[in-house]
């Protein structure tokens, strides 16, 4: 199964990166870990992201749109870094999270999300919904 | 160990008392990360994959009792392995004690495997990885047969159980369980070692690895048999083999091309079969639903293959060959050129009946149908082909696309007689029935 973990944000990791030596001491930790990652087989993407005063929001409300620029505030509900990670079950992919060197400072979060399979869908995508969907893709594919 | 007490083997705590007690899954979780390390450690030491298997597992009985106390240590596999060791260790003093005096060999047996925490770390913290590959050189070993070393890396490197082995296969339990047996037995026989070749002894033996790999990644994504098109869980276990060798062999173009290829081929799982479950051949299947995140691994395996001079690799470029489908935003911007190219070269390195054939596709797309059914036509008494559906199913594509329909409706009929896939034959006999309009 494919799972995304999430960094959680901090307010340490929304101030941007942390000076040089610390970062070179995280750097060397979490490219251990990650090197663990690749040699496991488990690791499929992976990417940092810059603090979320670089970011920007679209907020969707009926017909309107606005754009709200960052920084945005309650840091631990901002994401400061993701993997994609190829595991057999979400016990798998917790002992792995574990392992994983403290990505903060302070205290902080991983969070680890399945993503939906064909199989989740079950019994309620009928062969007739699976078409309609599939001819809709079609559409939008321009095919 | 017997067959029965080797299909017995996962089931050595109850599933069911296990998968309630979340300290025990997590335990279990940590010890299946780590269980193809450990068990590629301990062949090394006994030269004995039963042994090692037996070890292995009683490391894990003594970290089921020992770690819900004090925590899931540092690193783990350090602690499983001096486990087992220990537990190697005593069962030899053991044996020994009987004939000789315990101080003299106890210290014989600590010289022999080095028990400080030191030497530990060292020995345990395996950063080359060598303890897996060893076992993955071992399981491959050209000494067995192909399904044998299938099944045997599947369960020592894959983790899978015999019964789930002997489904994925389409076979059952005692059988699969028999070959994993006679595998091991070959393996102990020949007096295998569980190192990693070096020089020329590693590229004379990488093939038979990759050749495993690739084979059970095509047990499901091909599925010869049966009455489902594809079975993801084999493709799975093999893209994660061959990122375990990408990830500990970085510098083998060939390791690369084979990841790229599988990364590529199997970006393509969701859309190979439609709704109603039957095959979508490549040209017609709905691009929006190729998995774009393995398309890029794949084109970042093969550009990496490919900088280290591994261009003209079989699996290298075949690879290439799946990277101009996967580049194509549709099936008509394909460029079928570069392809019958690629094909040329494939068929220089790795001449096969298969291969001409598709290079007679492919030439029949670059060049038209009539360049198709030249090619075809000199390969079509090749004894590895008389019973090959996908060539009647080319040479009716080829005479339809020629506008000679009769003839294309018996070659589409002849091909659907010979394959053994339910959802390849309806593709077939529909096309078939296609002629007539």
């Known amino acids: 199964m ?129 078409a309609h969907e599939q001819g809709l893709r079609d559409r939008l594919a321009g095919e | 160990m017997s067959a029965a007490r080797l299909a017995l083997a996962p089931a050595f705590a109850d599933k069911a008392r296990m998968a309630a007690d979340p300290t025990h899954r997590a335990i279990e979780a940590v010890f299946r990360i780590e269980r193809a390390r450990l068990i590629g450690a301990l062949a090394r030491m006994t030269r004995d994959l039963d042994r090692a298997e037996e070890l292995a597992q009683e490391a894990l009985l003594i970290a089921l009792t020992e770690w819900p106390k004090g925590g899931v240590p ?17 069962g030899a003093r053991h044996r020994s004690m009987r004939e000789r005096k315990h101080a003299q060999i106890a210290r014989e047996l600590d010289a022999k495997y080095d028990m400080s925490a030191e030497a530990l770390e060292a020995a345990l913290d395996d950063p080359l990885g060598d303890e897996l590959l060893g076992l993955i050189f071992a399981a491959c070993h050209p000494v067995i047969t192909s399904e044998a070393r299938a099944a045997l890396t599947l369960r020592l490197v894959g983790g899978l159980t015999v019964e789930e082995i002997a489904r994925a296969f389409l076979s059952n339990e005692a059988a699969i369980a028999a070959r994993i047996t006679r595998a091991k037995k070959a393996i102990g026989k020949a007096g295998v070692a569980f190192e990693v070749p070096r020089g020329a002894e590693l590229n004379a033996r990488l093939p038979s690895v990759l050749e495993i790999v690739y084979l059970v990644f095509n047990e499901g994504y091909a599925a010869t048999t049966g009455a489902s098109l594809v079975r993801p869980p084999l493709c799975a276990e093999a893209q994660r083999l061959g990122r375990i060798l990408a990830g500990l062999m970085p510098e083998q173009p060939e390791v690369l091309g084979l990841l790229a290829l599988m990364e590529i081929q199997a970006s393509r799982l969701a859309a190979r079969s439609g709704p109603d479950g039957r095959f979508v051949p490549l040209t017609e299947q709905n691009r929006a639903r190729w998995d774009q995140l393995l398309i890029r691994r794949g084109l970042n395996a093969l550009d990496r293959a490919e900088a280290l001079g591994g261009s003209d690799g079989p699996y290298a470029l075949q690879a290439a060959l799946a990277a101009c489908h996967a580049r194509a935003r549709t099936a008509e911007a394909t460029d079928w050129r570069r392809i019958a190219g690629l094909y040329d070269r494939l068929g220089q390195v790795m001449p096969s009946p298969v291969v001409e054939l598709n290079r007679a596709v492919a030439h029949s797309m670059a060049f038209g149908p009539e360049a198709g059914l030249r090619l075809v036509d000199e390969i079509a008494d090749a004894a590895m082909l008389r019973n090959y559906a996908p060539l009647p199913a080319a040479r009716g594509d080829f005479l339809f696309r020629a506008g000679r329909h009769r003839e294309a409706r018996a070659a589409f009929e002849a091909a659907a007689a010979l394959t053994g896939n339910e959802r390849e034959r309806d593709f077939l006999l529909g096309r078939a029935a296609a002629c007539d309009g």
């Open chain 1, 2 to 130: 494919r799972v995304m973990v999430f960094v959680k944000a901090t307010d340490d990791s929304e101030q941007g990166l942390p000076p040089t030596e610390e970062m070179t001491e995280m750097f060397e930790a979490m490219g251990k870990f990650n090197e663990e990652l690749v040699n496991a087989g488990v690791m499929v993407a992976g990417d940092g992201l810059k603090p979320s005063s670089f970011g920007k929001r679209i907020h969707f409300d009926g017909a309107n749109r606005t754009v709200i620029d960052g920084p945005f505030a309650e840091a631990r509900e901002l994401v400061a870094g993701y993997w994609i990670w190829e595991v057999k079950d979400m016990d798998e992919a917790v002992a792995w999270a574990k392992r994983c060197p403290n990505p903060m400072r302070g205290p902080s979060d991983l969070e680890i999300r399945p993503f939906y399979e064909m199989e989740d869908f079950g019994d309620a995508v009928t062969p007739e919904i699976a």
């Open chain 2, 74 to 90: 540092d690193n783990p596999g350090a602690w499983l392995t001096a486990a087992a060791k220990r537990r190697l260790i005593d």
